[in-house]
């Protein structure tokens, strides 16, 4: 990849902003809207935040770990920045859409690049009815919540919640209960990248659910509708030895 022109930004802690500072003085610094690449300095879930504020640009972002876990960061180092940012290979990601209709009737959609959760919102589980474009697959699913997640994704909310880890390029999304009561045995589904998962909240009065797509949260809904937006492609840089399928096929071999 060759490169013309690089921004830093950086998460609010002081690692992150000490690092931003050594390097816009060692390669020089463009506003992100005009830079080539993006460099986000920070955890994953600044990378989240960095991946949604300039999904619209196109631009690749390259992450460097000044967080705690850093899955989707390369390892931080100030040295041969251009020289790694060339070499580096690229994860295309296409985010989730969300659709969520309220109780009140409202309509509110979002993106999410990891997962799309709903969760119950009071001591009272969650009654959930789960449709597979279109066609009814569970009928009644009592639990704390249930998530979709990508492959992204499939190593953070998804793995707590013992759903499987999904190697990228597999074409596929995870379906995954969160503590579900009935059916107990259940362990939630795969499904092809391009399949709508609708789930409507059953007696959503006694029983409030709200929706998240990473961490935009609507509250109290009463149906949720779950696509892949393939006509977005978000680009993440990696470097050859540290890549995110390495990664990924890393994490299923953790004691």
Known sequence: M???????????????????????????????????????LGGDGFMLETLHRYMGRKVPIYGMNRGTVGFLMNEFRESDLPERIAEAQTVALSPLQMEAHTVSGESLCALAINEVSLLRETRQAAKLRI???????????????ALVCTPAGSTAYNLSAHGPILPMGSGLLALTP?????????RGALLPHAATVTFDVQDPDKRPVSAVADYTEVRDVARVTIREDQTLKI?????????????ILKEQFVE
């Not at 998460?11 to 005009?34: E, V």
């Not at 969160?178 to 259940?186: A, G, M, N």
């Open 178 to 186: 969160i503590s579900p009561f009935r059916p107990r045995r259940w």
């Open 2 to 40: 060759h490169i013309h022109s690089i921004a830093f930004v950086a998460a609010d802690t002081k690692i992150a902003q000490d690092a931003m500072y050594r390097l816009k003085h060692r390669y020089g610094h463009l506003s992100p809207d005009k830079a080539d690449v993006i460099v986000a």
């Open 235 to 247: 680009r993440l840089l990696f470097d050859p030895e540290h890549n995110l399928e390495e990664r």
């Open 131 to 145: 449709r597979i474009d279109g066609i009814e697959r569970l009928a009644e699913l009592v639990c704390d919540g």
